[in-house]
């Protein structure tokens, strides 16, 4: 506590009380730095350590690190002293998706639609990462000023490698009403399968206004789960009813895929009633959509501008240089976002074959005038779609260095990207990669 009275946690002012669970508090608190609101998770170590919860704590942390999502609650840091284990956490200020059906009643179909398209986003992009969150529920779907919904509470959650030789996760969680049939039978299951029948109670619980599956008690409640017996109310559209039947399929090997899920007509195109909305002003899109980029078309007298390339001082050559390159010390190695090559081609080469790549991988390009050649998918990705940037330095006249930086989009399907299309088809025109051994090859 300082001399106001406020009380300080390092470089934070805590605030009022968000909420209080069986083992800690969260408060509100803001960044004396940055003014930036985060919420902070107090854990009791004493209570977590007597019920034998110290390897979930540690599961949420490695899980939270993992996963970096706009759908996804994000974790600044972790701090601790001898009694308390703090979690620095994005401040969601719109409270839980449970509060507004609770409030509200059941929500319209096109407002399930957004919040399931955002859930399973962030879903597949956690499997992706082998991580499977386990406890998928409207509690544990926070909202955010914009209504984006904000997946929360890892504490459930399991990684890849819990998994035991048969491939399967085998312990029991979650919340009865949301918890697939195959994690009640005890016999081993699969944690993207499990996760995928919960988006289904979600997604029915959303357009319902109750839970699908419900009983006198909780056995009773199990075996309907276990049978799939439930019905949709008569208000819920065709498409979106089989929809829900193939997610709550209890049979998992029968069960539909998430990639299925996307591809499916409901998921795509939302229910009827959306279809006669009315187009918005690319200005005012949704910062969700998938950004559309203007085609530049080249008239025949070839009036478009050259593209001016950025020359370099030697003082801006030798930080470029992998020697004094510090990311490696805040970065993950699997999260780097950009790779440099050399190249003895002459800028116009350069950008020519910079096209040619971008033609042979389906990419969308666009030419800036400062030096940069952007390049972005067709395809919504698990995180939006992949952009990245190639912008030209010029060291001598004869002697290019580009710097290639992923700006948008899932960071593994841009190194997916980069390591099977981008670098063997630019091949003919470097000299040498730079900054990782296994390509840091120079021609000979």
Known sequence: MDSS???????????????????GKVHYAKNLKSNRSVAIKMLDKEKVLKVGLSEQVRREITTMRLVAHKNIV????????????????????????????????KLTESAAHKYFQQLISAVDYCHSRGVYHRDLKPENLLL?????????????SALSESKRQDGLLHT????????APEVISKGGYDGAKSDIWSCGVVLFVLVAGYLP??????????MKIEQGDFKCPGWVSIKLRKLLHK?????PSKRISIQKI????????????????????IENASTNAAPTLMRRRKNSHGDAKPLAVTNLNAFEIISFSTGFDLSGLFVEKES????????????SAIISKLEDVAKALNLRVRKKDNGVVKMQGRKEGRNGVVQFDSEIFQITPSYHLIEMKQTSGDSLEYQKLLEDGIRPALKDIVWAWHGDDDHHQQRG
Not at 247 to 251: G, L
Not at 265 to 270: E, L, P, V
Not at 337 to 347: D, G, L, Q, V
Request: hydrophobic fraction near 35%; include cysteine; charge should be neutral.
């Open 336 to 347: 780097k976002k950009e790779t440099r090559f050399t190249s003895e081609n002459p800028a």
């Open 5 to 23: 009275g406020k009380v300080v946690l390092g470089r934070y002012e805590v605030g009022r009380l968000l909420g209080k669970g069986a083992f």
């Open 144 to 156: 955010d000023e914009h209504e984006n919904l904000k997946v929360s509470d890892f504490g459930l």
């Open 262 to 281: 996307k591809e499916s007509t409901w998921f795509r195109k939302g229910p009827e009633e959306t279809l006669t909305m009315e187009r918005i002003p």
């Open 74 to 105: 994000k974790l600044h840091e972790v701090m601790a002293t001898r009694s308390k284990i703090y979690f620095v956490m994005e401040y969601v200020k719109g409270g839980q998706l449970f509060d507004k059906i609770s409030n509200g009643g």
């Open 213 to 222: 599956f419900q009983g006198q008690n909780l056995m009773e409640m199990y």
């Open 247 to 251: 997610i709550m399929d209890p049979d």
């Open 172 to 179: 029991i969680c979650g919340s009865p009403a949301y918890v």
